[in-house]
C-alpha cells in the first residue's frame, strides 16, 4: 500500500482515537510530560505494527498498544513504580487543600470537584486505575477492557469491584480528613 | 442468589454485563436484601460523581500533527516512480481485464504475499536506473552516509567501509520491503550493483543467511538483533557470499 494510503487510513481507523489514548496513557503515568511522549512512542509502535493489526475493533486495539508502551516507560522508571504503593502522606497533598480551616461548605464543594475526585483515582494502585479509567471514562465493555489489559473477563469483574471498594474508601477517608 | 454471590456480580450488573438469567436474580436478590441495595446506591451515585466531574484528559492541541509529522518521518519517501502508484490503484481497483493484459508485468511487481527474497529482489530491479542504482545520499564515505538516516529511521543503519575487500560504497535511500520503511545500502563491484536491504523485523524473521536465486538474481537474507537484512546482486554467488560475509564480519 502507498505511504499516503496507509497514512489516511491509519489517521481514520487509529489517530481518531487519539483523545482516548491520551487520556489513557494520563491516567497511567499520572504525568502531562510522560503522557505526552508515551502516546508519541505507542503511535510510532501502532504505526509500525498497523499491518499486523487484528480483529474489528481499531480504538481496543490502538489502547492496548498505547498502554504496552506506558507500562514500559513505567517499568524502566523505578521511581514511579515505587510510587504505586498507596501512600496517604503522599497523596493528602495530591488532594487540593489550603491552609484556612475546612467547612461542610468545603466538603460539600470538594465531593464534586473533580480535582479531588481526581487525586482519589491517581492514588488507586494502577491496575485499578486503569479498568475504572476504561469503565467509567472510556465507557468500554468488559470484553473491549478484557482485550486491552489483556486478562479474562471475570478479572475485568473482580477489578473493577475491588476498584470502586477502594474509590469509596478513598472518598469517605478523605471527607472525614476534612471533617476534623 | 444469596449475598456473597450477589456482590461478586453486582458491578457487572450495574454495567450491564450479566446475562439476563443471572441479571434478573440479581434484581430479585436487591430488592429484598437492605445491605445490597445499599451498595448499589452508593455505587451509582459514585458513577454519577464521575460522569459529573468530567475527568476525561483530552488530548493536548498540537499532538496530532506532531505524531503526523514524526510518522512521515519515519514512512518510506512517497515512491518517486508513478509506475508503483499506478499499480496500487490497479490492485486496488481489481480490474481482472487489465491484470490479464499487464500479467507479465504484474508478476515482475513485488506482492505482499511473495517471500523477502523475492520482495528484495523486486525492490532491487526497481533501484536499478539506466544511469546507476537510485540513491539518497550519495557518498564513499561511510561517516556521510549513516548520519543521513537520523531522524528519518528508528535505528542505525550498518554501513561499512569495504572498499579494500574490493566493494566501493555508492550510497544509500529510503525503501521499503515487506510493507515497512527499509534501508537500502549500495555497493559496486566492478559493474554489479549489490544493494543491502535492512529493516526492523516485525513478525517474519529472516532465516539465518539463506541464499536463493531469483530470476537470475543472488539473494541472501539474514537476520541479526531486530534487523531483516537482504543482500541481492546480480554478480555471481560466490562473490555474493563474499560480500556478506565482509559486511557481517563482528
Redesign the interface.
Known amino acids: 500500500?502507498?505511504?499516503?494510503?496507509?497514512?489516511a487510513r491509519?489517521?481514520e481507523q487509529v489517530?481518531a482515537h487519539?483523545?482516548s489514548?491520551?487520556?489513557l496513557a494520563?491516567?497511567i503515568t499520572r504525568d502531562?510530560a510522560a503522557?505526552?511522549d508515551a502516546?508519541?512512542d505507542g503511535?510510532?509502535r501502532a504505526?509500525?505494527?498497523f499491518?499486523?493489526m487484528q480483529g474489528p475493533n481499531p480504538r481496543a486495539w490502538f489502547l492496548a498498544v498505547i498502554r504496552n508502551t506506558c507500562l514500559d516507560r513505567v517499568r524502566e522508571d523505578r521511581q514511579r513504580a515505587v510510587e504505586d504503593e498507596y501512600d496517604d502522606e503522599l497523596h493528602a497533598g495530591a488532594a487540593p487543600e489550603d491552609a484556612r480551616p475546612i467547612t461542610p461548605e468545603d466538603i460539600a464543594v470538594r465531593?464534586?470537584?473533580?480535582r479531588w475526585?481526581?487525586a482519589s483515582?491517581d492514588a488507586l494502585p494502577r491496575e485499578y486505575r486503569e479498568v475504572i479509567?476504561l469503565?467509567?471514562?472510556e465507557e468500554l465493555?468488559?470484553k473491549e477492557i478484557s482485550a486491552i489489559v489483556d486478562i479474562p473477563i471475570g478479572t475485568v469483574?473482580?477489578r473493577?469491584?475491588r476498584g470502586?471498594d477502594l474509590?469509596?474508601q478513598r472518598?469517605r477517608f478523605a471527607q472525614e480528613r476534612f471533617r476534623r | 442468589m444469596n449475598c456473597t454471590l450477589a456482590l461478586r456480580v453486582l458491578d457487572a450488573w450495574i454495567d450491564d454485563e450479566l446475562d439476563a438469567t443471572t441479571a434478573g436474580e440479581v434484581a430479585e436478590h436487591v430488592a429484598g436484601c437492605p445491605a445490597c441495595a445499599d451498595l448499589r446506591d452508593r455505587r451509582v451515585a459514585m458513577r454519577s460523581a464521575l460522569k459529573a466531574a468530567s475527568l476525561n484528559h483530552p488530548a493536548p492541541a498540537g499532538l496530532h500533527a506532531s505524531i503526523l509529522r514524526r510518522i512521515r518521518n519515519v514512512a518510506p519517501a512517497e515512491p518517486t516512480r508513478s509506475a508503483w502508484q499506478w499499480w496500487q490503484m490497479v490492485a486496488l481497483g481489481g480490474s481482472t481485464a487489465l491484470l490479464g493484459a499487464l500479467g507479465g508485468w504484474w508478476i515482475a511487481q513485488p506482492q505482499a504475499t511473495d517471500g523477502l527474497p523475492e520482495q528484495a529482489v523486486a525492490r532491487h530491479v526497481a533501484s536499478l536506473m539506466p544511469e546507476g542504482p537510485r540513491i539518497d545520499v550519495a557518498s564513499t564515505d561511510r561517516h556521510v552516509v549513516r548520519p543521513w538516516f537520523q531522524g528519518r529511521i528508528d535505528f542505525a543503519p550498518v554501513v561499512r567501509d569495504l572498499s579494500a575487500q574490493g566493494f566501493d560504497l555508492v550510497g544509500a535511500r529510503l525503501d521499503h520491503l515487506g510493507g515497512q520503511v527499509a534501508v537500502a545500502v549500495v555497493y559496486r563491484l566492478r559493474n554489479h550493483a549489490i544493494n543491502v536491504f535492512s529493516w526492523r523485523v516485525l513478525g517474519n524473521a529472516a532465516e539465518a543467511s539463506r541464499p536463493a536465486t531469483i530470476r537470475g538474481f543472488n539473494v541472501v537474507t539474514w537476520s541479526e538483533s531486530d534487523i531483516n537484512f537482504a543482500a541481492v546482486s546480480d554478480t555471481d554467488k560466490a562473490e555474493l557470499d563474499r560480500f556478506t560475509a565482509a559486511y557481517r564480519r563482528p
Open positions: 500500500m502507498a505511504t499516503g494510503q496507509r497514512t491509519f489517521e489517530l487519539l483523545d489514548a491520551y487520556n494520563r491516567w502531562d503522557a505526552r502516546v508519541q503511535c510510532l504505526w509500525r505494527a499491518d499486523q465531593a464534586s470537584d473533580a475526585l481526581r483515582i479509567v469503565r467509567e471514562i465493555s468488559y469483574m473482580s473493577l469491584a470502586r474509590l469509596q472518598m
